[in-house]
């Protein structure tokens, strides 16, 4: 069985750090892209960071360029998502995902596999 759990989440002041992890299950990570993607209430589901299940290349969304870093374990089968210099406006849900195939899209309808989302609060 496919499974996604992400974890890491937390309450975390303004310019703090926190590191997600998306433990994934039932299936060969190489093969697909992840993807991480995160809601606020109120909002929209937004695209925040990619990584190609092929070569390994790495994308994000432009609000997140230079803050957040993506990378992946294959050993243990887990991506993670380096979150720095964190605002207020990061505040979210966040959700790892498995694209159906092995390279990055920006649509959270090329994902067919989610996890349940872990919650991110950036707060003083």
């Known amino acids: 069985q496919v499974q996604l759990v992400e974890s890491g989440g937390g309450l975390v002041q303004p310019g703090g750090s926190l590191r997600l992890s998306c433990a994934a299950s039932g299936f060969t990570l190489d093969n697909y892209a992840i993807g991480w993607f995160r809601q606020a209430p109120g909002k929209e589901r937004e695209g925040v960071s990619c990584?190609?299940?092929?070569?390994?290349?790495?994308f994000y969304t432009d609000s997140v360029v230079g803050r957040f870093t993506i990378s992946r374990d294959n050993a243990k089968n887990t991506v993670y998502l380096q979150m720095n210099s964190l605002k207020p406006e990061d505040t979210a849900v966040y959700y790892c995902?498995?694209?159906?195939?092995?390279?990055?899209?920006?649509?959270?309808?090329?994902?067919?596999?989610w996890g349940q989302g872990t919650q991110v609060t950036v707060s003083s």
């Open positions: 995902a498995r694209e159906t195939k092995a390279m990055c899209a920006e649509r959270p309808s090329d994902y067919d596999y």
């Open positions: 990584i190609n299940g092929r070569d390994g290349e790495t």
